[in-house]
């Protein structure tokens, strides 16, 4: 059974990088799509952006580029790097993994993120 | 682009039926899922491609599309289906969209 277990830093200032990093373990890369997958506090989800285990990538057009997610086959993870992070980046992070586009059928615990100066 | 539209909550009595919208969907492609979440837990997925249910979710979860309206019944409702319901949807051109969640209430 696929479990993903995610990390990475949780208070950050304004204009900083938000890095976060997913491990797969009990299953491989191949023939999905990993994704990210926030959640505002008190708020709904959003869709951040996803990968291939070729490497090919798609993005939430309201990120504006600063998200870029990369993947590492040899140790079984990818990852997410948010640049220039402001207040309205504070949510919930989560890594997940789709069996097709939108059915994520694995996730990770989550991490929140908070942006404070 | 905007959020799929849902209503900010719905509410029933154990043993009822209720059902949760979600306008806004492209009914071009048959992608939408639908996610149960409890307080401070990950999403879980119950409903994908419109109709379809992962296993080990309950019967008592259907999805069901009209137009661009993407609805998910729950039936017999028992008191641990109280929880957040998020849709999704794929619109095309490689994006994914999320609806603003759905609180379920059971009285």
């Known amino acids: 059974q696929v479990q993903l277990q995610q990390w990475g830093a949780g208070l950050l200032k304004p204009s900083e990088t938000l890095a976060l990093t997913c491990a797969v373990y009990?299953?491989?890369?191949?023939?999905?799509?990993w994704s990210w997958i926030r959640q505002p506090p008190g708020k709904g989800l959003e869709w951040i952006g996803e990968?291939?285990?070729?490497?090919?990538?798609n993005y939430n057009p309201s990120l504006k580029s600063r998200a870029t997610i990369s993947i590492d086959t040899s140790t079984n993870q990818f990852s997410l790097h948010l640049n220039s992070v402001t207040a309205a980046d504070t949510a919930v992070y989560f890594c997940a993994r789709s069996l097709l586009l939108t059915a994520y059928i694995t996730w990770g615990q989550g991490t929140l993120a908070t942006v404070s100066s | 682009q905007s959020a799929l539209t849902q209503p900010a909550s719905v509410s029933g009595s154990p043993g009822q039926s209720i059902t949760i919208s979600c306008t806004g969907t492209?009914?071009?492609?048959?992608?939408v899922s639908w996610f149960q979440q409890h307080p401070g837990k990950a999403p879980k997925l119950v409903i994908y491609e419109v109709t379809q249910r992962p296993s080990g979710v309950s019967s008592r979860f259907s999805g069901s599309r009209s137009g661009n309206t993407a609805s998910l019944t729950i039936s017999g409702l028992q008191a641990e289906d109280e929880a957040d319901y998020h849709c999704c949807s794929y619109q095309g051109n490689n994006q994914v969209i999320f609806g603003g969640g759905t609180q379920l209430t059971v009285l």
């Open positions: 990968i291939n285990y070729r490497g090919a990538t």
């Open positions: 492209n009914s071009d492609y048959n992608l």
């Open positions: 009990g299953g491989s890369f191949s023939g999905h799509y």
